[in-house]
């Protein structure tokens, strides 16, 4: 190539100046009347091309290093995304609205991209040093998911669910009911409930701390998916998972809540982790602690035991594993043992959690078969929201039996194969589970298939990359195209659900604002009702309980509106307030409390970020006043 090529920059040059000229006509600036201004600008943009050719070049060149020569003509194709400003000018194109800025952004991302390209190449031998650093990675990649889910932290108020753990663990950590022995019905088992308390403890009494412990919980996971991948595949899996898990719209989304299940995960997952390296009486033990944070994570126990036999290879029937086992079922014992004592000899004539959770979600059972299909693609529904992006769906669809197929063909050479079909059959397995009995069908209930997702992802996008690898061998060229491609298609199919997950907009995880204003009606009360007051409620029972919990007023539930026409007869001298939420109507109240002698007065509103009404306060007061 000689110097006189280097001419052929002109031409994207010109051309792109020219559509700048355009775009400034199409808008209206007067100052293009002029043949003069029209070429002035065009000629502005053309040496500003150029310009910033020859500096980028005399960059490059220092960089690589490389001569000046070979730096102008390797930089000058990089030149050729600005030909799709040429598009503009086609009419069927032109006239889409705002398509001039869609095509400059175009150009300007392909111009910048090919340059970045080229300083990566350059540099890939520190790329490489880089890369057998995989913490360094590991880490960037946790910062990143931690400032996603820590982002979300306040954008809701808390779900009702939310609002009940939390208020036990306030009567927790205020010494109130250090055992919730007196006045309330507990259904959950103790960790997760003492977790909050201690967050509390150090932290103080707020949404943030109580949805701390669940952030914490999704990072660690995410430590433990990478260890996990990686003793069972290899550095390039595992943080391919750790990158699907940190950006699962699912997970994001969950993280910064105060419902049991990001813990329990993260306990199975470790229990996971410790039962691939032998320590199995550690294993046992969080497994333990993840089924008393939440029971259902006895699904995991099929996959607990696969990750406790594999480290003893064929012989399954060996002492050295039934001992492992023992040790699992010692460490799984003890922490059911310590929660026993807690529940049935400390919180003595109490109802232990196991009764009351029966009592309160109706039990388990069979599902009838009409209820199978419409229940399975339900939870079809909420699985969609794992990876948020119909793309990769279909790639886990249709990359999974490939997956499953290649392991088994290639299961003397590749690594992983066994896992990969152990986690399949765990996925169907949960997914069944769920199905055929009847559990109700809440997004939450799914969450501890996104690691097991995230693998499987990460598994299906590098297996052409392991076969590429067996035919050509450690071929850096190859493996750095793939890599590369494999990263630019990621960052275009996960920036469009990691934008919704940032806006709260998959409807999985908190309340989505239903219930904001909660925290508004709360300090309302706490600083105009008087002590003694008495607060009628229907709906917002473990709200208040959480939000006004040191506020010395009285709630009482009415089942019908007759009681509180009753109630404010008996006790006339009472300020007496209700809270009706936007979802609901106080004409009927209202209706029953006139014909009595009383009547509504409303006193105080709520709003939404969006302007929508939330909540609105009523004081109960007799007509004649």
Request: net charge positive; with cysteine; proline share 5%.
């Amino acid at each position: 190539m000689n110097r006189k090529t280097y001419a052929l920059i002109l031409a994207p040059a010109f051309l792109f100046s020219l559509f700048i000229v355009e775009v400034l006509c199409r808008h209206g600036y007067e100052v293009l009347a002029s043949p003069l201004g029209l070429a002035a600008i065009a000629l502005i943009a053309m040496v500003a091309v150029v310009g910033i050719w020859v500096a980028y070049s005399l960059f490059l060149s220092r960089l690589a290093p490389m001569d000046l020569q070979r730096a102008l003509r390797v930089d000058l194709w990089c030149h050729a995304p600005l030909l799709l400003c040429l598009a503009y000018f086609v009419p069927s194109i032109g006239s889409i609205l705002n398509i001039g800025t869609t095509l400059f952004f175009l150009a300007l991302a392909g111009l910048f991209t090919c340059r970045l390209a080229i300083v990566l190449y350059c540099r890939r031998s520190q790329l490489e040093m880089i890369a057998f650093r995989p913490h360094l990675i590991l880490a960037l990649v946790i910062a990143l998911a931690a400032i996603l889910r820590i982002s979300l932290i306040a954008t809701n108020r808390f779900h009702g669910d939310e609002a009940l753990y939390s208020h036990w663990g306030l009567l927790i950590a205020s010494g109130k009911d250090i055992f919730l022995r007196h006045g309330v019905i507990v259904d959950k088992p103790p960790v997760f409930l003492y977790t909050l308390a201690l967050s509390f403890k150090i932290f103080g009494a707020s949404e943030t701390a109580a949805r701390l412990p669940n952030i914490i919980s999704s990072l660690v996971s995410m430590v433990l998916v990478y260890h996990i991948a990686l003793a069972l595949t290899n550095r390039r899996v595992a943080l391919l998972s750790v990158v699907f898990l940190a950006l699962s719209p699912f997970d994001v989304q969950f993280a910064p809540t105060a419902f049991t299940d990001p813990m329990m995960v993260c306990l199975s997952l470790a229990s996971f982790l410790l039962a691939l390296k032998s320590r199995h009486l550690a294993a046992g033990l969080a497994i333990g602690l993840a089924v008393m944070t939440k029971p259902t994570a006895v699904l995991f126990m099929p996959l607990l035991l696969f990750f406790t036999s594999l480290p003893f290879g064929g012989s399954w029937l060996s002492r050295r594993l039934a001992r492992a086992i023992l040790l699992l079922a010692a460490g799984f014992l003890v922490v059911c043992l310590a929660v026993v004592c807690w529940d049935l000899v400390i919180r003595v004539n109490c109802v232990n959690f196991l009764s009351a959770s029966a009592a309160r979600y109706g039990g388990l059972r069979l599902a009838s078969p009409e209820r199978l299909l419409p229940r399975f693609q339900a939870w079809l529904r909420q699985l969609h929201y794992l990876t948020g992006s119909r793309l990769l769906d279909a790639v886990l669809v249709l990359g999974v039996p490939v997956l499953l197929g290649a392991g088994v063909w290639r299961r003397r050479r590749g690594s992983g194969w066994l896992l990969d079909w152990a986690l399949v059959a765990f996925f169907l397995h949960f997914v069944a589970v769920h199905t055929l009995l009847t559990f109700s069908v809440w997004d939450r209930y799914m969450l501890g298939l996104v690691p097991i997702v995230a693998i499987l992802l990460a598994r299906v996008m590098l297996l052409p990359l392991d076969l590429l690898l067996e035919r050509v061998g450690q071929s850096t060229r190859g493996k750095v195209a793939y890599l590369v491609s494999l990263a630019i298609l990621l960052s275009v199919v996960v920036v469009g659900p990691t934008q919704v997950a940032l806006r709260y907009g998959f409807p999985v995880g908190g309340d989505h604002g239903a219930f904001q204003g909660i925290d508004d009606v709360a300090d309302y009360f706490r600083a105009n009702a008087p002590a003694g007051s008495i607060v009628f409620h229907k709906w917002l029972a473990w709200h208040y309980s959480f939000y006004m919990f040191d506020v010395p007023v009285e709630f009482y539930w009415y089942p019908d509106h007759d009681f509180v026409l009753s109630s404010a007869d008996r006790l006339p001298n009472l300020k007496k307030y209700v809270v009706f939420p936007s979802w609901t109507s106080a004409d009927e109240l209202e209706g029953v409390l006139n014909a009595g002698g009383w009547g509504l007065s409303e006193i105080y509103r709520t709003y939404r970020p969006d302007g929508t009404m939330s909540f609105t306060i009523y004081q109960i007061e007799p007509l004649d006043r």
